[in-house]
């Protein structure tokens, strides 16, 4: 997934939902970050790794719930870490991942109309 968007170059005010037509540079960076949520094993691991109780998790953590193998797992790593979704802490020979929950707020505030944002917050 070359040319992955982060979570903090798609959040540059921008939302498609704004009002104003979004630039096509900020549509390719937001498209990237949204593209690391599109896929199911993806959004499964987002799940564990904030469920867990933890609140992170090791790739060998998670092959077993995934029924994937670890080279396929850490790639899936790989492309949300890059996409700033999660980070990664590596502790002698294991790595970590945690969510990046500023990250999962502000794709979900970059989806939400302002109209509907406003009220959401005041909830």
Known sequence: MQGVGTVET???A?????????????????????KAFADPARLRLLSLIQSSPEGEAS??????????????????????TEAGLLEREKRGVW????????AITAVADLLTPPRK????KTR
């Open 59 to 80: 790739v060998s953590d998670l092959t077993a719930p995934l029924g994937l193998s670890q080279p396929t797992v850490s790639h899936h790593l790989r492309i949300l």
């Open 117 to 120: 944002r406003a009220t959401r």
């Open 95 to 102: 790595a970590y991942y945690r969510l990046v929950p500023s």
């Open 10 to 12: 798609a959040t540059l």
């Open 14 to 34: 921008i939302s498609p939902l704004a009002g104003e037509p979004i630039k096509r540079a900020d549509a390719e960076r937001l498209a990237g970050v949204l």
